[in-house]
């Protein structure tokens, strides 16, 4: 579900799909459109707020951070010239613009642009769900949590083209970080307000493309060249429609037809077509899980929580259920994703399977949790995405509860992304799905998320045992690489020991890509519809 949004490439064992090179287009190419889908409707496309996969796909295209990553997914220089090296003990960083760096109205983007974002979604009158990534900036904790004035963090504009960033300690994977710390218009931000980023008119570009009939509720879209943008001459594609397509089987059958030239597709069209040459599978690094309701009574019963998942047998749901290359999850973090700094051994390989299927355990925690709540019958709501692939496992899971756990009974609530989304924010659900995906190869990555005071806690589970570990984790100061290595392996047991999170599959990235489009890659952190300033018609 959610997505998100990246010199480390040598921790990572990813399936990297490449569709073509760097081939030669044809005539009048330029003028033709590219037709796409997506999978749900955007809540914001404001990179001070958005969180979720769907906004996330749009900004991927219309804006562009401090770095980005090339068409081989390597990170480079984005909107700055150089890739650069901290001073001050690996916590400053100092900032040059591209002399040619322009938002779409052909306005230079300035280091008050930079600036004027990461204050924003500091700020705690932004009500911004979207900090995660600006919590390494000095004084960022004291000014979200109203302490301290929000112009005081870490980020400074030394003149129009130069900015530098001062951290809280030395982040070792930064980089990948500087990825989504990208610029909002000032200017517009002062004239738009809260409203900047809720339609295509309230929202300016930096990037290859500028959004084009977005009236924040429609369910179809374009992207434009944005002819300001520093690379310009290198996007080949001037157009690009995008239509939200939410059931596997029409956007299969757009594809078949013609209709649309890229789309995403899952299970059992993904098992039909695997001889396809038009389909291209990728493994990722976006792990899918359930949360429990820590502030309701039944939900907050761990003998409840261990009961559901230990009944779930995730390798029937991801090779006979899910069928679109999906593996199944043991854990909160995912394989092949994180590895020992000293052996280089897989994370999830060294904790092992902390999320086994044993249906007499969990006839055992069942029975402890009916006495527990004093109760033989119990019913939950579960959350989920009306598309296929979450239909698919909230039926998988609900037939799973209810034939071993007899009085156990599961209702599927089924509710476009966005509302799923603010409902999870505000904590209105029983049990709920959860996606999440990788900016960087750490483990952190995917445990910070269960930390009491994160934002995207929707289950407002409390650990202290897990907290004081993850303290230690963040405390690149006191501690060795090894040794976060070894804290972060010790908050992952703690955590599902507790069953915090219940974990049900890793995702794979399945897509029917048209044999006339070529320079598409996707890897282990890539978006839904990949780098589209990258592709050409052959």
Same mark, same amino acid.
Do not use: C
């Given at each position: 579900m959610w997505q998100k949004k990246q010199k480390l490439w040598m921790y990572l064992v990813v399936?990297?799909?490449l569709l073509t090179g760097c081939g030669s287009k044809a005539a009048g190419a330029d003028n033709q459109t590219l037709k796409i889908t997506i999978p749900g409707e955007p809540m914001t496309v404001d990179p001070n707020k958005s969180i979720e996969t769907n906004g996330g796909a749009i900004l991927d295209q219309i804006s562009e951070g401090i770095y980005k990553r090339d068409r081989n997914n390597k990170i480079v220089p984005g909107m700055v010239e150089k890739i650069v090296q901290p001073t001050e003990n690996g916590t400053k960083y100092t900032f040059k613009i591209k002399k040619n760096a322009r938002w779409q109205d052909g306005k230079p983007v300035t280091a008050?642009?930079?600036?004027?974002?990461?204050?924003?979604?500091?700020?705690?009158?932004?009500?911004?769900?979207?900090?995660?990534?600006?919590?390494?900036?000095? @004084?960022?904790?004291?000014?979200?949590? *109203?302490?301290?004035? !929000?112009?005081?963090?870490?980020?400074?504009?030394?003149?129009?083209?130069?900015?530098?960033?001062?951290?809280?300690?030395?982040? !070792?994977?930064? @980089?990948?970080?500087?990825?989504?710390?990208?610029?909002?218009?000032?200017?517009?931000?002062?004239?738009?307000?809260?409203?900047?980023?809720?339609?295509?008119?309230?929202?300016? &570009?930096?990037? !290859?493309?500028?959004?084009?009939?977005?009236?924040?509720?429609?369910?179809?879209?374009?992207?434009?060249?944005?002819? +300001? +943008?520093?690379?310009?001459?290198h996007v080949q594609i001037a157009k690009v429609d995008v239509n939200v397509v939410k059931d596997d089987n029409t956007a299969q059958s757009m594809f078949k037809s013609g209709s649309v030239d890229l789309t995403n597709v899952s299970g059992q069209f993904v098992k039909q077509n695997r001889n396809s040459k038009e389909l291209v599978v990728t493994p990722t690094g976006r792990n899918n899980y359930i949360y429990f309701n820590s502030k309701r009574t039944a939900t907050a019963n761990e003998n409840l929580r261990h009961a559901i998942?230990?009944?779930?047998?995730?390798?029937?749901?991801?090779?006979?259920?899910?069928?679109?290359?999906?593996?199944?999850?043991?854990?909160?973090?995912?394989?092949?994703?994180?590895?020992?700094?000293?052996? *280089?051994?897989?994370?999830?390989?060294?904790?092992?399977?902390? &999320? !086994?299927?044993?249906?007499?355990? &969990?006839?055992?925690?069942?029975?402890?949790?009916?006495?527990?709540?004093?109760?033989?019958?119990v019913t939950l709501d579960f959350l989920v995405d009306d598309v296929d692939t979450e239909k698919k496992l909230a039926e998988y899971v609900q037939g799973a509860v209810q034939k071993n756990l007899p009085g156990l009974k599961i209702n599927i609530v089924s509710v476009p992304h966005a509302t799923h989304v603010s409902r999870d924010f505000s904590c209105d659900f029983d049990i709920c799905?959860?996606?999440?995906?990788?900016? +960087?190869p750490d483990a952190q990555k995917f445990l910070d998320g269960m930390r009491s005071n994160n934002q995207i806690n929707f289950a407002k589970t409390k650990d202290d045992q897990y907290d004081a570990l993850m303290d230690k984790v963040s405390d690149t100061t006191t501690y060795s690489t090894q040794q976060r290595w070894e804290f972060e392996k010790q908050a992952d047991q703690r955590l599902m020991q507790i069953a915090g999170v219940a974990p049900t599959y890793q995702a794979a990235q399945a897509h029917f890509v048209?044999?006339?489009?070529?320079?598409?890659?996707?890897?282990?952190?890539?978006?839904?519809?990949?780098?589209?300033?990258?592709?050409?018609?052959?």
């Open positions: 399936g990297v799909a008050q642009d930079f600036v004027t974002s990461l204050v924003r979604t500091t700020d705690p009158k932004t009500k911004s769900q979207a900090t995660t990534d600006v919590q390494y900036i000095q @004084n960022f904790k004291a000014i979200n949590t *109203g302490k301290m004035d !929000p112009h005081k963090l870490g980020v400074k504009a030394i003149n129009q083209r130069t900015f530098s960033i001062t951290l809280t300690k030395p982040i !070792p994977f930064i @980089n990948y970080i500087f990825v989504n710390y990208k610029p909002v218009q000032t200017a517009a931000i002062k004239k738009y307000g809260e409203k900047y980023g809720t339609n295509d008119q309230t929202t300016v &570009a930096n990037g !290859p493309y500028t959004l084009k009939g977005w009236n924040g509720n429609n369910d179809s879209w374009h992207y434009v060249k944005n002819k +300001y +943008y520093w690379n310009a001459k998942s230990l009944v779930i047998n995730r390798q029937q749901l991801a090779n006979k259920v899910l069928q679109d290359g999906s593996r199944p999850a043991t854990n909160i973090v995912p394989k092949n994703y994180a590895k020992d700094p000293k052996t *280089g051994r897989d994370f999830i390989d060294e904790v092992g399977n902390l &999320a !086994p299927t044993d249906v007499n355990q &969990a006839k055992q925690y069942w029975q402890k949790a009916q006495s527990d709540l004093g109760k033989s019958k799905t959860v996606g999440w995906g990788p900016d +960087y048209s044999s006339k489009l070529g320079g598409l890659k996707w890897d282990a952190m890539s978006g839904n519809s990949g780098q589209l300033q990258y592709a050409y018609w052959k």
